[in-house]
Nanobody, 122 residues
Framework: QVKLVESGGGLVQAGGSLRLSCTAS????????MGWFRQAPGKEREFVAR????????YYADSVKGRFTISRDNAKITMYLQMNSLKPEDTAVYYC???????????????RGQGTQVTVSS
């Protein structure tokens, strides 16, 4: 069992930056691939980025490529999402997720956190 808790959300102006964190419980964190998703009001949940168990492989949605950076610190059992050049369309609840399979994490995942709100004002 893996429990995930997100933090770091908030209100920021367009063009600004935020860093989200996802802290996990359980000793098996370093064996799981991790990812970020988001869901805006009235829209379906959207894949944002994923990272493999070691941090050596990453993959991003086209909508955030070049602006967001996913990373992890297995010693701190924490994953991060550095978000730069934020746009109003990035406004959403951001969720972290974990799964054993890196390649399919964007379509299915075994664990998901409760989410943290990110609001970007224009």
């Amino acid at each position: 069992q893996v429990k995930l808790v997100e933090s770091g959300g908030g209100l920021v102006q367009a063009g600004g930056s935020l860093r989200l964190s996802c802290t996990a419980s359980g000793r098996t964190f370093s064996t799981y691939a991790m990812g970020w998703f988001r869901q805006a009001p009235g829209k379906e949940r959207e894949f944002v980025a994923r990272i493999n168990y070691s941090g050596g492989m990453t993959y991003y949605a086209d909508s955030v490529k070049g602006r967001f950076t996913i990373s992890r610190d297995n010693a701190k059992i924490t994953m991060y999402l550095q978000m730069n050049s934020l746009k109003p369309e990035d406004t959403a609840v951001y969720y972290c997720a974990a799964d054993e399979n890196y390649y399919t994490l964007n379509t299915k995942h075994a664990y998901r956190g409760q989410g943290t709100q990110v609001t970007v004002s224009s």
